[in-house]
Structures are given as C-alpha cells and as structure tokens.
C-alpha cells in the first residue's frame, strides 16, 4: 500500500509547476540518523500536493555533503527537477545560549546587578538569532506582498518584468471584485494564464513554499511511537512504509492493488 502512495506521490509530482522541500534530521531509538524529506508542490491548476517524498537513513557521518546527497536520492526517486525547487525548509538554527527558552521566562527571574551583563548577551544572542531567522523573510517582503495584496502592492517594488501584468491586473476592476471574493488560492486559478502567465507562476511558486518543518516534526513523533525499544529491529524500508501511510493524505489505491494480486494467482 505504502508503495501504491509513493507512486500516486511520484504522479502528481510530475505535474508540479513549482515545489519546496522540508527536511529534518533525526536519531532513532537504534542510533540511526534518520532524514526526513517532505514535499509540497503546486501544479498548473494551482492544487497543492504535500507528502512525505522519502525517509533516508544517514550512514557514517550527518555532514553537509551526506544531507545533501540523501536529499538527491529523494529527488532523483520521485523524479524532481532542481529548476523547479522554489525553496528548502530546515531547522539548523544553534541551540538557544542559556536555559531561557521562552519570553515568559524571563518574567520569573529577579533582577540581579551582579546577573545583569549575562542577562544582556542571553538576550543580545537572542536578536541575533531572530535577525537570522527572519533574513529570508525581509529579503522577500516584496515577493510575499504580491502575492497575498497584488492589487495594492507598489508595482515600482515588484521585478520588471511582473510589472506590466500587475499593470494591466490592477486596473482590471472585474478581477478585483473577483479577488475581494475568492481566496487566494482559487482568485489565482481563476485568472487567464494567457495574460497573466508570469504572475500566475509567482503565486504558484508563493504556494509551494513550507511555513516551517512541524511536518517533520509530526513524522519524528510518529517514528519514534513506531520504532521504540520494543520494535528496534524494524527495518528502514518498513518504518519508511508505516510513515508514508501515518501522514499521507493520500489512500492506497485497494482495489487496483486487489487487481494486481489477484493476477498474481495462479488458477488451480
């Protein structure tokens, strides 16, 4: 059944107009690196796909290079193309400096003279780490303002060459109205590619895009229900099938897999 997935998964992949990757890694309760690769993809109709794409486990060493290649194989197995990829989620921020892990922690420490210059490099490493978090978000305010307010946004702030369709798209008061109307999703697909073909595979693009790697998360919890102390001997291929089937929103096709068995049987 896990296979039947893989490959409604490798289906749609094929459509996709643009897709992002979410991965994580992870040690399982048998010390094995385990990398998760979650997909999310928008195809021409502006539907969205999102699936776990491949599990693979990380031999020897965790370095770049060995992610790097892990994520190729998941690339190469569900036959995505780079030039597609709009975008990579991880989660490879350093730990937090200190045991202050959340804001309201901070209310239930006295205030200290002696404590406070340690106080002030908890929380000077803290704005670094969220001026470093939220980089790629400033950097792309623009992108992100076309595609959620394209008919207010400031056409001089967008690329030249979305320009003369955002033009032409803001002056059309029916897709205005239309807009006011629908959600983004469905305004997007509403809208003629012929004229609109640019801004149309921005939004796509925008549509592909994982807010963070909680997908990732989820799967690891579920791994580790999975492969505890008990079941240590599950092999990868087999914890790779129960992940697929725990988190796909996709069934298993039964009745062609009955089909494909019953063939299988030779008459007596």
Known sequence: MAEDVRG???QRASH???????CD??????????????????????????????????????????IFM?????MDK????????????????????????????????GLMEEDTPKYLDILNNLEVEFDHRFEDFRGNTTAFELFAQPFSVNVD????????ELLELQSDSDLHSRFRELSLQDFYRSIPAHRYGKIRKH???????????YVCEQAFSLMNLNKSKLRNALS???????????VSQLEPDIERLLKTKNRLHVSH
């Open 157 to 164: 702030a967008v690329s030249e060459e979305l320009q003369m």
């Open 70 to 74: 892990a994520v190729e194989r998941v």
């Open 203 to 213: 939004a796509q693009v925008m549509l592909s895009l994982f807010g963070s790697t």
């Open 78 to 109: 569900n036959d995505l193309k780079w030039e597609t990829l709009s975008g990579i989620m991880t989660d490879g921020a350093p730990a937090m400096v200190g045991n202050l892990a959340h804001f309201p922690s901070l209310r239930e420490v």
């Open 25 to 66: 890694e992870s040690t399982d309760v048998s010390d094995s690196a385990q990398l998760l690769v979650f997909l999310r993809g928008v195809n021409e109709d502006f539907e969205v796909c999102q699936e776990l794409a491949g599990l693979e486990t990380l031999k020897g060493t965790t370095k770049g290079v060995d």
């Open 236 to 246: 990868d291929t087999h914890l790779h099938d129960i992940l697929t089937l725990s």
């Open 16 to 22: 996709f107009s643009a897709f992002s990757i979410a």
């Open 8 to 10: 409604q998964i490798a």
